[in-house]
């Protein structure tokens, strides 16, 4: 098959299942696939994945990760020792584990085409991912708290593993309670990278955007927990703060002195 043509297989495969977009016109464009595709893995509801799809699905996904231009955490220079700061597409870097800002079903993003980390990272990784976080929260048997996080395989990312942790929500005034929440946020997952062997991490703007949390306060958190475990721990992890936007950047680079 040709790329063009495992887009449109996998966009047949998944049409098979009953939701909103099965009676969907293919369009012509390549975009109009793309953004097709990407609404059906949207709402994809959990369930056995058949070995075909899975490996149409890796082919064609691997080769539009690589199109992006994939970043090593070698071509990075650290601001300080073991300590990176980047920024771009957090599907596009490779290294051991990339942190995912989740929800609390930690199912990922069903909204169609929604610009979120949760819904950028489920559709880079494929549909393995999802599949993967049903079993987990499945045999959990609720929903995933504050402050903690779970580990899944990378699948078809070029990081091997993705961290999902669930970040406070600031609707109102900022508490000390939403501050110690997303502390823990950071310190669970690099807590539980280290139990898995990685040596490198990198973390989103966690809670920041629709969650609500302020971005300078959450920045000085992430630097400050990130440090103090570092220095408590005798850890030698290398830590990536990748942020998106440019305002994300100036904050981080201020804190960083960089």
């Not at 690099?190 to 971005?215: D, H, R, W, Y």
């Amino acid at each position: 098959m040709t790329h063009e043509e495992q887009r449109i297989w996998l966009i047949k495969e998944l049409q098979k299942d009953r939701s909103q977009l099965s009676h969907y016109r293919i369009p012509n464009d390549e975009q109009g696939q793309k953004d097709l595709l990407r609404g059906l893995m949207n709402i994809w509801m959990p369930k056995p994945i058949s070995e075909e799809y899975l490996r149409i699905e890796s082919e064609y996904l691997r080769a539009e990760n690589e199109a992006k231009g994939i970043t090593k955490i070698s071509d990075l220079t650290p601001v300080e020792k073991d300590l990176y700061l980047w920024q771009g597409d957090i599907t596009t870097l490779s290294c051991d584990a990339v942190v995912n800002a989740a929800n609390a079903q930690l199912l990922g993003c069903f909204r169609v085409l929604h610009s979120c980390i949760d819904n950028c990272l489920h559709i880079a990784a494929g549909l393995s991912l999802r599949y993967r976080c049903f079993e987990i929260m499945s045999e959990q048997g609720h929903e995933e708290p504050t402050g903690q996080a779970k580990i899944t395989p990378g699948y078809n990312l070029p990081s091997q593993y993705v961290l999902h942790t669930v970040g406070p929500i600031v609707s109102g005034r900022l508490t000390e309670e939403h501050c110690e929440l997303l502390k823990s946020c950071y310190l669970s997952c690099l807590k539980l990278a280290e139990e898995n062997g990685c040596e490198s991490i990198a973390f989103c703007c966690i809670s920041t955007g629709v969650f609500g949390f302020p971005q300078h306060k959450a920045a000085e958190i992430a630097v400050s927990t990130v440090k103090e475990y570092k220095k408590t721990t005798s850890s030698d992890i290398k830590v990536i703060f990748n942020v998106f936007k440019d305002d994300d950047l100036m904050i981080y680079r201020n804190l960083l002195n960089c």
